[in-house]
């Protein structure tokens, strides 16, 4: 499986983006999909999750509200909708694919490159 994400760019605070994740590859409706964002000097944080098995969702308590994670399987895409955004959700955000919805980086197989997201106040 390769992950593609797109959709980042420059956002105001209060703005919105949409983040698309890309699938190339077979069996994508068997992977539960992360997003996760590093800002720079900082580790990788969760920011929210999509379950294959039966499409339940969680996000981090800074994202909650305001963020939401979609998937596609027919298009083999993952979205992230990213409302009220805040200067604080500046970060390189990457998609990822394992088999739980978990919020740890290290359980997922299958990463993306990021797309760089920069709200500005």
């Known amino acids: 499986v390769q992950l593609v994400e797109s959709g980042g760019g420059v956002a105001k605070s209060g703005g919105s983006l949409r983040l698309s994740c890309v699938a190339s590859?077979?069996?994508?409706?068997?992977?539960?999909i992360g997003w996760f964002r590093q800002a720079p000097g900082k580790e990788r944080e969760f920011v929210a999750a999509?379950?294959?098995?039966?499409?339940?969702?969680y996000y981090a308590e800074s994202v909650q509200g305001r963020f939401t994670v979609s998937r596609d399987n027919g298009n083999q895409t993952g979205y992230l909708e990213m409302n009220t955004l805040k200067p604080e959700d500046t970060a390189v955000y990457y998609c990822?694919?394992?088999?739980?919805?978990?919020?740890?980086?290290?359980?997922?197989?299958?990463w993306g490159q990021g797309t760089q997201v920069t709200v500005s106040s």
């Open positions: 590859g077979r069996f994508f409706n068997t992977y539960s």
């Open positions: 999509i379950a294959y098995r039966d499409g339940s969702t």
């Open positions: 990822a694919a394992g088999t739980l919805p978990t919020r740890e980086p290290r359980r997922y197989v299958y």
